[in-house]
């Protein structure tokens, strides 16, 4: 029985900003006629054959709030009804349509066509979420299409004012390509073959083939076979669409098809070694061996199987063993190659019930710190690293990887998308009429609630020379097994879409791994809601219990008075490289952080993180770096370690205490947070340890901050990468504009403006992550030509500060901007830690 469905009740923005509702299920009012929508197609259609070519097309993202469920009936179950019967704003359950593409498609983020009924009534279809390698993404006239369980709509006004409808098409498994010969399609409707012979449609396909038309060239192999009378003309199609879908990347189908394409000849080598390499492309290295050994045994002496079977090899050790050449993989990244050829090692890990949530990653061995706990080849990872496009990528790969390759259903649609307004299908990623059910809103979750946000490689971020802010967007699935920590016990950096996790301290056989999500937050309760907001969790680590529920509300409100009393100092006073700094302002500061630090209870953060007193010790290091005190520099780079959780020795606040930094690694009682400011603390360390002439205990600062950087980087690096990067880090929001004439105050007030980062300006937040996951946007602000004028500037001071993996860009009209290392009209403010200035 044929069910009609409205639209979830969303409310939308329309052009004037005003929200308004969607109109109720009903009939369409009026409707064009088939002549004025194919006119108004037409011309659509000439506008883009007169663009540029190969164009990116756009993606059209799902919005959570209009969520509804994927069809998982075949055409077959669902009860066709004619286009006149179809109610706007409803979602027309247990029907379904089958319509002739009567236009060519004009491709946008869906494909538009123009489609006509058995009836003659005709209407609009916008497909989309179709992979490339699909004849669905723009169909061409003339195909017939079955459409399940349709959604029709308000596509909004045309020009004269009435209303434009669609059906639209959001679930890519909601629409089937009908065969020509299918009896299912209505006798008005039918075709019949365009070609009568099984040789014919293979001469199509060898013809599309060479013209580089792989989804047409399927097409026709596929037609082919279902008019193949004779069995042996079948085995020649197998090989030769085996190979098209390999190019394509559907590697499914090529494995299949090559498999079907055996004859238990000698020539079965070819069928062997096409699966293996199918196999491989699916990361399913065990199988690609047993393959490409079977082709080996029927030609051995050939060197393409050869040179495959050794990739083979070499990916199997790397998930036997973990053994990896990480510096020779980081000397082959480069913008244009971040894919990396390396298999996943995670035989140190296990995927288990958590008594926390869900799932979890646990260890299968003791693990000591430094330990490579996994090393995880991306499932899903485009090459995009533009911030604004990233999260669009990642999700148009998923649905689009998921469509040609349904074995990655299984582990990919296990993951978590968030809560949804309906019950999830127990049939997703199962095949109905040849692909996998696939719900794009349930894909829209699962990407938000578990992809990571990364740059090009960890070690590359921490140099002053990395472009800030470019990072992509990518789906580890064991990884995204792992459970938050604000306090966890392991450490993620990448190498392209390689994630490497290290042990940041001991862990046991049995014990469940944990991460950070997100960098931590000083204040526990705003760190809890962004948890809350964005994973509906609230964390139960032991930093969380022991401040939430051990420490006192009066305490909690008392931290949180002085906190903003240090930063409210802070942030007119920054220590830039080895600025000098008024002891007046030290001495306040000083004070304040001494009764910040007795705020904190001892019975309770004994052996924990003190997350609020770390902005303060940063600055005092910064401060006392300036006037080369390098006493009180050891002191307080020493807290800088307490303050993140390390166990630091009695007295070693001292210039005169001998002991091992390296060792706060290794303490198996703390609960320590490990950063890269961490590192940076101990080179301060060094540096000051050096200034007063004690060599040993300078050699051994920089011997614990090299095993710092291994832990933050994912492997062994030259600490002289972090150059320049040594300043205090600080984080604000406002550049000021001072101008050096007569009515300076007026300019000063006119001109101070601020950047907006979609970030909390919280120090700490900016401190506990040295890969934050989301940068912020790249800011523009322009200072016109009038400006200048009014204020009667001669010359423009630009004061600011931000902190690594930020950066704002400052444009102005005015001739000869400095800005750091570069000159011109454009600059990059705010390098990695360093303060500066710019001057017009």
Same mark, same amino acid.
């Given at each position: 029985?044929?069910?009609?469905?409205?639209?979830?009740?969303?409310?939308?923005?329309?052009?004037?900003?005003?929200?308004?509702?969607?109109?109720?299920?009903?009939?369409?009012?009026?409707?064009?006629?088939?002549?004025?929508?194919?006119?108004?197609?037409?011309?659509?259609?000439?506008?883009?054959?007169?663009?540029?070519?190969?164009?990116?097309?756009?993606?059209?993202?799902?919005?959570?709030?209009?969520?509804?469920?994927?069809?998982?009936?075949?055409?077959?179950?669902?009860?066709?009804?004619?286009?006149?019967?179809?109610?706007?704003?409803?979602?027309?359950?247990?029907?379904?349509?089958?319509?002739?593409?009567?236009?060519?498609?004009?491709?946008?983020?869906?494909?538009?066509?123009?489609?006509?009924?058995?009836?003659?009534?005709?209407?609009?279809?916008?497909?989309?979420?179709?992979?490339?390698?699909?004849?669905?993404?723009?169909?061409?006239?003339?195909?017939?299409?079955?459409?399940?369980?349709?959604?029709?709509?308000?596509?909004?006004?045309?020009?004269?004012?009435?209303?434009?409808?669609?059906?639209?098409?959001?679930?890519?498994?909601?629409?089937?390509?009908?065969?020509?010969?299918?009896?299912?399609?209505?006798?008005?409707?039918?075709?019949?073959?365009?070609?009568?012979?099984?040789?014919?449609?293979?001469?199509?396909?060898?013809?599309?083939?060479?013209?580089?038309?792989?989804?047409?060239?399927?097409?026709?192999?596929?037609?082919?076979?279902?008019?193949?009378?004779?069995?042996?003309?079948?085995?020649?199609?197998?090989?030769?669409?085996?190979?098209?879908?390999?190019?394509?990347?559907?590697?499914?189908?090529?494995?299949?098809?090559?498999?079907?394409?055996?004859?238990?000849?000698?020539?079965?080598?070819?069928?062997?070694?096409?699966?293996?390499?199918?196999?491989?492309? &699916?990361?399913? %290295? /065990?199988?690609?061996?047993? +393959?490409?050994?079977?082709? =080996? @045994?029927?030609?051995?002496?050939?060197?393409?199987?050869?040179?495959?079977?050794?990739?083979?090899?070499?990916?199997?050790?790397?998930?036997?063993?973990?053994?990896?050449?990480?510096?020779?993989?980081?000397?082959?990244?480069?913008?244009?190659?971040?894919?990396?050829?390396?298999?996943?090692f995670t035989r140190n890990t296990?995927?288990?019930?958590?008594?926390?949530?869900?799932?979890?990653?646990?260890?299968?061995?003791?693990?000591?710190?430094?330990?490579?706990?996994?090393?995880?080849?991306?499932?899903?990872?485009?090459?995009?690293?533009?911030?604004?496009?990233?999260?669009?990528?990642?999700?148009?790969?998923?649905?689009?990887?998921?469509?040609?390759?349904?074995?990655?259903?299984?582990?990919? &649609?296990?993951? %978590? /998308?968030?809560?949804?307004? +309906?019950?999830?299908?127990? =049939? @997703?990623?199962?095949?109905?009429?040849?692909?996998?059910?696939?719900?794009?809103?349930?894909?829209?979750?699962?990407?938000?609630?578990?992809?990571?946000?990364?740059?090009?490689?960890?070690?590359?971020?921490?140099?002053?020379?990395?472009?800030?802010?470019?990072?992509?967007?990518?789906?580890?699935?064991?990884?995204?097994?792992?459970?938050?920590?604000?306090?966890?016990?392991?450490?993620?950096?990448?190498?392209?879409?390689?994630?490497?996790?290290?042990?940041?301290?001991?862990?046991?056989?049995?014990?469940?791994?944990?991460?950070?999500?997100?960098?931590?937050?000083?204040?526990?309760?705003?760190?809890?809601?962004?948890?809350?907001?964005?994973?509906?969790?609230?964390?139960?680590?032991?930093?969380?219990?022991?401040?939430?529920?051990?420490?006192?509300?009066?305490?909690?409100?008392?931290?949180?008075?002085?906190?903003?009393?240090?930063?409210?100092?802070?942030?007119?006073?920054?220590?830039?490289?080895?600025?000098?700094?008024p002891d007046a302002t030290i001495?306040?500061?000083?004070?304040?952080?001494?009764?910040?630090?007795?705020?904190?209870?001892?019975?309770?953060?004994?052996?924990?993180?003190?997350?609020?007193?770390?902005?303060?010790?940063?600055?005092?290091?910064?401060?006392?770096?300036?006037?080369?005190?390098?006493?009180?520099?050891?002191?307080?780079?020493?807290?800088?370690?307490?303050?993140?959780?390390?166990?630091i020795p009695q007295g070693a606040?001292?210039?005169?205490?001998?002991?091992?930094?390296?060792?706060?690694?290794?303490?198996?009682?703390?609960?320590?947070?490990?950063?890269?400011?961490?590192?940076?603390?101990?080179?301060?360390?060094?540096?000051?340890?050096?200034?007063?002439?004690?060599?040993?205990?300078?050699?051994?600062?920089?011997?614990?901050?090299?095993?710092?950087?291994?832990?933050?980087?994912?492997?062994?690096?030259?600490?002289?990468?972090?150059?320049?990067?040594?300043?205090?880090?600080?984080?604000?929001?406002?550049?000021?504009?001072?101008?050096?004439?007569?009515?300076?105050?007026?300019?000063?007030?006119?001109?101070?403006?601020?950047?907006?980062?979609?970030?909390?300006?919280?120090?700490?937040?900016?401190?506990?992550?040295?890969?934050?996951?989301?940068?912020?946007?790249?800011?523009?602000?322009?200072?016109?030509?009038?400006?200048?004028?009014?204020?009667?500037?001669?010359?423009?001071?630009?004061?600011?500060?931000?902190?690594?993996?930020?950066?704002?860009?400052?444009?102005?009209?005015?001739?000869?901007?400095?800005?750091?290392?570069?000159?011109?009209?454009?600059?990059?403010?705010?390098?990695?830690?360093?303060?500066?200035?710019?001057?017009?």
């Open positions: 029985m044929a069910v009609v469905l409205p639209s979830p009740p969303a409310t939308s923005p329309g052009l004037d900003g005003v929200i308004t509702k969607p109109d109720t299920t009903r009939a369409p009012r009026v409707k064009p006629t088939k002549e004025e929508l194919l006119k108004t197609h037409a011309i659509h259609v000439q506008k883009q054959a007169n663009s540029p070519e190969n164009a990116p097309r756009p993606v059209k993202q799902p919005n959570l709030q209009h969520a509804y469920p994927a069809s998982t009936k075949s055409i077959r179950e669902v009860d066709i009804i004619p286009l006149s019967d179809l109610k706007v704003n409803s979602h027309h359950r247990g029907s379904g349509l089958i319509l002739k593409v009567i236009s060519p498609p004009f491709l946008g983020a869906g494909a538009v066509s123009i489609v006509e009924d058995e009836f003659g009534n005709v209407d609009k279809i916008s497909i989309y979420n179709q992979n490339d390698s699909s004849i669905l993404s723009g169909v061409p006239e003339g195909c017939i299409i079955g459409v399940k369980e349709p959604y029709y709509t308000i596509n909004g006004k045309n020009a004269d004012g009435s209303e434009d409808y669609m059906i639209c098409v959001d679930h890519p498994s909601d629409v089937t390509l009908i065969r020509f010969t299918d009896p299912i399609i209505p006798e008005p409707l039918r075709l019949g073959p365009l070609l009568k012979a099984a040789e014919d449609w293979k001469k199509a396909g060898d013809t599309a083939f060479l013209e580089k038309d792989f989804p047409t060239a399927v097409f026709c192999y596929t037609e082919a076979l279902d008019c193949a009378e004779d069995e042996g003309f079948k085995p020649s199609i197998y090989t030769k669409r085996a190979g098209t879908n390999l190019i394509l990347g559907r590697y499914d189908a090529a494995k299949e098809d090559s498999l079907a394409s055996r004859t238990g000849a000698t020539a079965d080598w070819k069928a062997y070694y096409t699966a293996g390499r199918a196999c491989y492309g &699916l990361c399913n %290295y /065990p199988e690609s061996k047993e +393959y490409l050994q079977k082709a =080996l @045994e029927l030609n051995s002496t050939n060197p393409a199987i050869k040179k495959e079977y050794e990739r083979c090899l070499a990916r199997l050790h790397e998930e036997e063993t973990g053994d990896y050449d990480f510096e020779t993989i980081f000397k082959s990244l480069s913008p244009k190659s971040v894919h990396l050829d390396l298999g996943s296990e995927i288990k019930a958590s008594p926390l949530h869900g799932r979890g990653l646990f260890a299968t061995k003791d693990l000591a710190p430094g330990d490579l706990v996994f090393a995880e080849k991306a499932t899903l990872m485009p090459n995009q690293y533009e911030p604004m496009r990233a999260s669009a990528a990642l999700y148009a790969l998923t649905v689009r990887q998921l469509l040609d390759n349904p074995s990655l259903c299984k582990s990919v &649609l296990h993951l %978590y /998308p968030g809560e949804m307004s +309906y019950e999830r299908s127990p =049939l @997703e990623g199962t095949l109905v009429d040849g692909v996998p059910v696939l719900d794009v809103f349930v894909i829209e979750g699962l990407r938000n609630k578990n992809c990571f946000s990364v740059p090009l490689s960890t070690l590359e971020d921490t140099r002053p020379s990395a472009v800030e802010g470019r990072q992509a967007k990518g789906l580890w699935v064991h990884a995204s097994n792992l459970n938050h920590a604000c306090v966890p016990n392991t450490l993620r950096s990448f190498l392209g879409d390689m994630l490497i996790s290290r042990a940041t301290r001991h862990i046991k056989a049995g014990e469940e791994i944990f991460q950070q999500y997100v960098p931590v937050k000083s204040l526990p309760d705003v760190r809890n809601g962004i948890y809350k907001d964005g994973w509906g969790f609230e964390c139960s680590c032991t930093l969380c219990v022991a401040e939430l529920k051990q420490s006192s509300e009066a305490n909690r409100e008392k931290r949180k008075d002085l906190l903003a009393q240090v930063e409210k100092i802070l942030d007119k006073k920054t220590p830039r490289g080895k600025t000098i700094i001495r306040s500061v000083d004070k304040l952080m001494k009764q910040l630090e007795d705020a904190h209870e001892p019975e309770i953060y004994g052996r924990l993180p003190r997350l609020t007193l770390i902005y303060g010790s940063n600055w005092l290091v910064g401060a006392y770096r300036g006037k080369k005190n390098y006493t009180k520099m050891i002191r307080h780079a020493v807290k800088v370690l307490r303050n993140f959780g390390f166990e606040e001292s210039q005169d205490k001998v002991w091992n930094p390296k060792e706060i690694f290794f303490s198996e009682e703390w609960h320590s947070l490990m950063t890269i400011h961490v590192v940076v603390a101990l080179r301060r360390l060094a540096e000051a340890y050096s200034g007063l002439g004690k060599q040993e205990m300078a050699e051994k600062s920089v011997e614990a901050a090299e095993f710092g950087y291994l832990l933050v980087t994912g492997f062994k690096n030259d600490l002289s990468n972090l150059d320049r990067r040594l300043a205090t880090p600080y984080y604000i929001t406002t550049v000021i504009i001072t101008g050096i004439t007569t009515g300076i105050t007026t300019g000063i007030t006119a001109c101070t403006h601020s950047f907006v980062f979609p970030h909390d300006p919280s120090p700490l937040g900016r401190f506990c992550s040295p890969f934050p996951p989301y940068q912020p946007q790249r800011v523009r602000h322009w200072l016109a030509e009038p400006d200048v004028a009014a204020f009667g500037f001669k010359s423009t001071h630009v004061s600011f500060r931000t902190v690594v993996g930020h950066e704002g860009v400052f444009q102005t009209r005015l001739p000869s901007l400095e800005c750091g290392r570069e000159h011109g009209s454009s600059g990059e403010i705010g390098a990695a830690y360093d303060a500066g200035s710019v001057t017009a």
